[in-house]
Every structure is written in C-alpha cells, then in structure tokens.
C-alpha cells in the first residue's frame, strides 16, 4: 500500500510539473477564454484586403471564429469540410470567421513538410483562392494580439459564440480529422444556438498543429543553422548508376535536378531545391543534384555545393565524351542544355519535367500534393 501510494504521488508530481511547463511554455498575454466570456474583439487584414473587425458580424445570430492555418495537415484535412459547413449555415444567419494565428517566421521548413505554402498573408491569399474558401481568412501573425487573447492551442480551433457574443462552445470542429466523424461537436453547438439551446457540449479538446508563436523563432532560425552545418559530399557515377537513379526503383518521390558549374542559373537556383529538400526530406521524397560538368571540375562543382549548403545526395557524371549519353540516360524528351529537372514517382514515372529554371512556388505544390497534404497520406 506504501508502495502504491508513494508512486500515485510521485505521478502527481510529474503530472503537475508537466501541466506547469505547458503553461510556462505560453507566450506572454495568453488568456484561456472560458464559457460565459465575451469574444475579444479584433481588427485584423483579411485575404480580400480588408481589415475585418468583430462588429462587421454584429447581425449574426451566431458567430464561429475558426483559427487556422495554411501548413498544418489537420487545418487542410478540413478545408472542404468547413466550405460545406459555411455554405450549409451562412444563410441561416451564422458567420464563419477563420483566423490565422501563426508567425510565419516561427514556422520551421521541416514544418511545412505537407504544404507548398507558409502562413504568410500573401501565401494565404493563395490558398484561398485556390480552396475556394467563402468566408473571411484574417491575418494574425503581425502581433498575435488577437491569437493571445482567444488563447489559441492548435490549428484548428474553433471558438463559437451567441448572439450576444458570448462563448458557448470551445474545441474541435469534429472528432475525425480525415475519417468520417461520428460527433459533429461545432455543428451541433451551432444547431443548439440556433434554436436558442444551450450546446449539448461546450468544451472539447482541439487537435492539430501547435501554435507558432513568435517565441519560437528562435528555434526556427536555429534549424536553419544546424542544417547549414550538415556535411555537403560529391561523388561520380557512371552511365548504369544514373539509369539506377532515374528508374526510381524506390518508395520515394525522387527530385532529379542536372546543373553544371558554368551555368548561371543553375546556381542561382540551387537554394530553392535545398530549401525543398528540407521540407520534404522527412517525408517519402528525396532530392538528387546530378553535376553534368566534365570530371575535373569536381572540386569546382562541390565548392559551389557546399557555399550553397546542397546537402542532399549530389554526384557528377562526366558527359564530356558524348552528352548525349547524359541526355538520353536522364530523360528520352530531354532536348539539350541545363539546368533540366525531373520529378519521378515511385517506379520511374516522371510526373514532372522542366527544361530551364523551375517555378518553385509551381513545383512545391506539385510535390505536396504527390506526398498528400494530411497524415492519412503517410505510408505506415
């Protein structure tokens, strides 16, 4: 018995202590909105390049602010479920408000491993556009001023108030993030208002990305530091190991970019593909730099890799016997001249091919949606 009890109180212990850090771990400002308290009011940009205040929904008989983000898996899982939700309400008289509350600066790249997009304003405009979203998509990443006083967790996190702009529901839009949900929490606080009935549930537990606040900066600009440190290597591969690479014979998405030392834009574009390496190295992708300069440039073409921080698997296979080996073995449509970069599925599918300096923002996208853009898409 002493021996049970001496362990429940060392679990309390830990339990407080962990509960302690969480707290301490929150920014200056941060308020936990309970049941009963009035909506913090706001005056935010919106991606209509509009300032939206609280008042603007001063008619509504109940209002949903809803913070979400552009990177987070569990925020795109939702994007159409939330259209279908405000196209079924929003003549009922609820407005759906969404809100980003990250600093896009305290988001690290690794972070954004299933999106091609940061949490910029100008990247949410973008999505917007592209997820055809209905409702306002506010901007709150300049100060968090209004993510602080909603007391934000996660992305999502919906927060719905009553007419009189007091919270009656807190949490979760649902309890299934890519399955079929079985309790529909925000849709049935709505209902409930509606018909001026309490929310049969008033508080649930949000899930999804965590909060990036400006605190986290720091963490951000170190992942930046300790990847520039990773050592950058160069080694050569004859004619069969480069038919090996782009057959794909993997279960990865390969990105295949051939460059050359003399070539201008090929090293100007190299810090986009590291960027993306680091994206969506974690993921079922990896990024491959294929030197196509003659073999004594070696040291040449691994200086330049390392000033760039190419940290990706690079090598260098002397085309300059016969190019056309080079050419034929990479890509049959190739028609000559670099840079050239191939994007091959799983298997040896090129489902992407530029000749010429790629369009990062257009390549990103393809890649994410490739890999998939929520957790169900992950291969156990």
Known sequence: MRRTSTFALLLLIATLFCCQQAVAQMPAGFTKLEIGDAAPDFDLPGVDDKNHQLSDYADAKVLMVLFTCNHCPTAQAYEQRLNQLH??????GVALVAISPNDPTAVRLDELSYSDLGDTLSDMKIRAKEANYKYPYLYDGENQKVSLAYGVLATPHVFIFDQQRKLQYKGRIDDAEVKTPTRHDARNAIDALLADEEAPVQVTRPFGCSTKWMT??????????????EPVELSTIDQSELASLVANDTDKYRLINVWATWCAPCIEELPAFVEMN?????RSFEMVTVCADAIDAEEAALKILKQKNVSCRNVLFD???NQDVLFDTVDAKWEGGVPYTLLISPGGEVVYRQHSAIDPAALKKIIADKLGRTYATDKK
Do not use: F, L, V
Not at 87 to 92: L, T
Not at 216 to 229: P, Q, V
Not at 278 to 282: A, L, Q
């Open 87 to 92: 196209a079924d309400y929003s003549e009922k």
């Open 319 to 321: 085309s300059s016997e």
């Open 278 to 282: 680091r994206m969506y190295r974690k």
């Open 216 to 229: 986290k900066r720091t963490g951000a600009a170190e992942s930046i530091k300790k990847w520039s440190a």
